[in-house]
């Protein structure tokens, strides 16, 4: 029997609360106040919770478990922690900090009509193999592909909000929650045409995983859907060659997928995570306090960053790894046979993402930087402008029942 931690309900037996519908996870020893949260709520990550008290109180804590990862209900107009499920809604919290964003705020109710801005993730950048890809602040597509497919077929694509890529493929993130898919390959292109209230996306070597608004995931290889589909109250996800990481409300990480490297489990052990990156051979996360940890192969140094600072996002290619710092700046490890780690000159970037060779930077202004190899012409974007720069917002209008 359990007591539950949101309504305070004793002595129950089953797994959710029969007063409020808490449910809490299946492996309660070490996770015991998870939630399943509604279709409804947007999972807020810990960094955008800044947003909900003033930066010399830092972040805004749940007053039941002291959890900083939220979701946001559009229904409801509420958060609700992602640690506990305990549900607050805006009113009481506008009560008690005066710079709540626009974002939490809601048309009148007269109207029917609601108004919410969706946070522009970081990857509004993605670099593949042999091209890259942007999106651009009106939701469409720029991508350097030499191919028709996908170069022709992402010209129809609109309201784009974030962009994952493949070996050959390109995946667009609708700001109505579905998926687009465009290039060669694996079989699984079509394979997302089917998804709904997705909030993020990532795609991998020969797989493409989906973050659904509940906190859960969908990922189009069958072997590591069956895992992923045990998983809730995930805030980031990351694909990589064979294998999937999520990052939990809580902090920690897990992994589904082929282990190639043999280190694949050592994510279980990182604590205070924030952000998240998959590659083919390596993968790193950010905590809470900048550092970062990385694991898997390492024969080029791609995972020497212990000495890393102020660091908010990570990404990498076959053998190199790139950092963003907070003050703008990129720094790097690994190989640069092609001057894929030269970024020392790099100023006001807000996003970066890693080819095999090459490494991508979005500037503050909408513009885009490239080093790194360019036979396939994948660093031509040096006249790109107007791309969507994270922490920004693409406004949507939703009719409420």
């Not at 106040?33 to 810990?46: I, K, M, N, W």
């Not at 942007?134 to 597509?141: A, M």
């Not at 082929?258 to 694949?264: G, I, S």
């Amino acid at each position: 029997m359990w007591t539950c931690p949101v309504c305070m309900t004793e002595g129950i037996e089953s797994r959710t609360c029969p007063k409020c519908q808490f449910c809490h996870s299946d492996n309660f020893e070490q996770f015991p106040t998870l939630v399943r949260l509604p279709s409804s709520a947007q999972p807020l990550s810990a960094r955008r919770a800044k947003w909900l008290a003033p930066a010399e109180q830092g972040l805004f804590a749940c007053t039941l478990c002291g959890g900083t990862a939220f979701a946001f209900d559009l229904q409801q107009l509420a958060l609700r922690c992602l640690q506990c499920g305990k549900q607050t809604d805006i009113d009481t919290i506008l009560k008690q900090h005066t710079n709540i964003p626009p974002v939490l705020i809601g048309c009148s109710a007269e109207a029917r009509e609601h108004i919410y801005e969706i946070p522009i993730s970081h990857n509004v950048i993605a670099a593949a193999s042999l091209f890259t890809a942007g999106v651009r602040n009106d939701g469409t597509v720029l991508i350097t592909s030499r191919w028709a497919n996908p170069r022709d077929a992402v010209v129809t694509w609109k309201n784009i909000v974030a962009i994952a890529v493949g070996s050959y493929q390109i995946y667009g993130l609708r700001a109505d929650g579905t998926v687009v898919a465009a290039g060669y390959g694996n079989g699984q292109i079509s394979n997302t045409a089917d998804w709904n209230n997705i909030i993020a996306i990532s795609a991998g070597k020969d797989h493409v995983a989906g973050l659904i608004a509940d906190g859960t995931v969908v990922i189009t290889d069958r072997a590591q859907r069956r895992i992923a589909k045990r998983w809730f109250n995930v805030t980031a996800i990351a694909a990589g060659n064979g294998f999937t990481l999520a990052l939990f409300g809580d902090g920690t990480v897990r992994a589904c997928g082929e282990d190639l490297t043999n280190r694949l489990h050592q994510v279980e052990q990182w604590r205070d995570i924030v952000a998240i990156y998959a590659g083919d051979h390596h993968f790193a996360g950010v905590r809470k306090d900048g550092s970062v940890v990385a694991a898997g192969c390492n024969g080029r140094g791609q995972c020497n960053v212990g000495a890393w600072t102020d660091i908010v996002a990570v990404a990498g290619g076959g053998a190199h790894t790139v950092g963003l710092r907070k003050d703008g700046t990129a720094v790097t490890t690994g190989s640069n046979e092609n001057g894929q780690c030269n970024v020392g000159q790099w100023t006001q970037i807000v996003a970066i993402a890693a080819g095999s060779r090459h490494t991508v930077g979005l500037r503050r202004d909408g513009t885009v930087v490239a080093t790194g190899r360019n036979d396939s012409g994948e660093c031509n974007v040096t006249r790109w402008k107007h791309l969507m720069i994270p922490g920004s917002v693409y406004r949507v209008k939703e009719r409420l029942p």
